[in-house]
């Protein structure tokens, strides 16, 4: 029987294999608590100390990462295993359980200085919150950072070497694919937007829209080392738009500058004595990144959070009645299927658009207006003949 015929059976078998799981988590759940959609899809696309796997039979299967703190300058070293998934404190240290500690490690006090053991809610007026912590952990997402860094050199570096060793010859398998990629940057995004004076720019800009999209694609895998949502992370974003922020900045020549504090064509009245156009030129300048940081981080988030929407169902109408439940995760399977087929045209988007909007900004940068300048000239000359 070949692959094709076998196709129907391989997707029922995962189907069922997915309605056990489902089942078995429902179980869990309705022993313990009402399912609440909202932490779980919470917990999904936030930051964390572990890296969870699954949840099977009340039982977190998880990765647990390395604790690094500076407690009052005094290094502390131990595995985020310790905490049990935030259930447990491991000497004086806890994953905060109140609402203003959530998510960050807090430091116990008092009879609990140094306690490991199970938190209990009276522990909460036991925190320190005179402790001086420097947090360095690495977390799920720094995780997923050392990843797609390990990833993208060994790709880029095996890519780099098969052209080395046959420079005149026809590209083959991944090398093929990623130079098709490479030559669209280069071609569609790179030349058009800087101009003749690319090539300084192109490392950048290569290395900004390989880093976007496998991120991307990684975060739509479910299973490790996929996952994160480390490009729906809004530091993660906010530091791609400071480091676009000053490559523009520190590349403008004086024609920029000049644009933005007395900007030709402008009547002197928007400049003097309020000089009201440089100032909207200077929002510009500081929105611009603020733009770049806030549509990257707004839609891969958003992304997950529908595709964890349509998962919650299942386990929503399961509540109510197994039989809705069962019957409820055909419709959501398909439209989690869909909204992944479209999370991987989104990833390729918003690396194209997010590099793209780079150029675009250090093109204008680097741009002489002497011509313009040179034309204002000669129509105000030929007016006045």
Not at 10 to 27: G, V
Not at 155 to 163: D, H, N, Q, R, T
Not at 326 to 341: P, Q
Request: hydrophobic share 50%.
């Amino acid at each position: 029987m070949t692959y094709k015929n076998r196709f129907p059976q391989i997707i029922s078998a995962l189907f069922l294999s997915f309605l056990l799981i489902s089942s078995i988590r429902l179980t869990a759940s309705e022993e313990k608590k009402t399912f609440e959609p909202g932490p779980f899809i919470i917990e999904h696309i936030m930051d964390s100390y572990g890296w969870h796997i699954i949840t099977c039979q009340d039982r977190d299967v998880s990765i647990p990462l390395p604790i690094i703190l500076f407690d009052d300058w005094k290094p502390v070293f131990f595995m985020s295993g310790k905490f049990h998934h935030g259930h447990d404190s491991y000497k004086g240290y806890a994953i905060g359980f109140t609402e203003n500690t959530k998510n960050k490690i807090v430091k116990l006090s008092g009879e609990y200085a140094g306690y490991s053991g199970h938190i209990t809610e009276d522990m909460a007026a036991h925190i320190d919150n005179e402790a001086k912590l420097i947090d360095i952990s690495i977390t799920k997402n720094v995780c997923a950072l050392f990843i797609s860094i390990i990833l993208i050199s060994w790709i880029f570096l095996s890519v780099a070497k098969k052209y080395k060793a046959n420079p005149c010859s026809a590209p083959k398998g991944m090398q093929s694919i990623f130079e098709m990629l490479i030559l669209f940057v280069r071609d569609n995004i790179a030349k058009p937007s800087i101009g003749s004076r690319y090539g300084k720019y192109l490392p950048y800009l290569l290395t900004l829209f390989f880093f976007i999209f496998i991120n991307n694609l990684l975060g739509l895998l479910p299973i490790f080392p996929g996952g994160a949502n480390l490009t729906g992370n809004i530091a993660v974003t906010m530091i791609l738009a400071l480091i676009t922020f000053f490559v523009t900045n520190f590349s403008a020549n004086k024609s920029y500058w000049v644009h933005i504090f007395n900007t030709p064509g402008v009547p002197w009245w928007l400049k003097i004595p309020i000089p009201l156009m440089p100032i909207v030129e200077l929002v510009g300048v500081i929105t611009k990144p603020l733009v770049l940081m806030i549509r990257l981080f707004a839609n891969i988030s958003a992304g997950h959070i529908i595709i964890m929407g349509f998962i919650c169902l299942i386990f929503i109408f399961g509540q109510m009645a197994p039989a809705l439940g069962y019957g409820v995760s055909v419709v959501s399977i398909f439209f989690y299927l869909f909204m992944g087929l479209l999370e991987l045209i989104v990833a390729f988007v918003q690396a194209f658009v997010f590099t793209l909007l780079t150029s675009l900004y250090i093109g204008m940068a680097i741009e002489e207006h002497h011509h313009e300048e040179h034309h204002e000239e000669t129509v105000v000359k030929v007016t006045n003949e």
